[in-house]
């Protein structure tokens, strides 16, 4: 079993920065990769960042690239998403997943075995 905490959300206005920070423990030691997901009101859950725990690839969806920065330390076991110039559609609240398949398709929510119990994210205008 995996647990995973999603911590850093809050409010903040448009053109500001946060950082999430996503902390696993239990058995991560077989982490394939880890991604950010976010559901905003009446909408389905959307694919953000994945970064291979591994070499440390990386993807993202087109509205958050050059914006959105996903890390990690491997050490600490903890996965970062570095939001800068935050716009209001970036409200949402900000899940975070770990999967240990070795899968291609990391921006599939249904590629991933754990989720985080998620973090808000508010920004004003």
């Known amino acids: 079993q995996v647990h995973l905490v999603e911590s850093g959300g809050g409010l903040v206005q448009a053109g500001e920065s946060l950082r999430l920070s996503c902390a696993a423990s239990g058995r991560t030691f077989n982490t394939y990769g880890m991604g950010w997901f976010r559901q905003a009101p009446g909408k389905e859950r959307e694919f953000v960042a994945a970064i291979r725990w591994s070499g440390g690839g990386t993807i993202y969806t087109d509205s958050v690239k050059d914006r959105f920065t996903i890390s990690r330390d491997n050490a600490k076991n903890t996965m970062y998403l570095h939001m800068n110039s935050v716009k209001p559609e970036d409200t949402a609240v900000y899940y975070c997943?770990?999967?240990?398949?070795?899968?291609?398709?990391?921006?599939?929510?249904?590629?991933?075995?754990?989720w985080g119990q998620g973090t808000q994210v508010t920004v004003s205008k």
């Open positions: 997943a770990a999967t240990f398949r070795g899968t291609r398709f990391l921006s599939r929510s249904n590629a991933y075995d754990y």
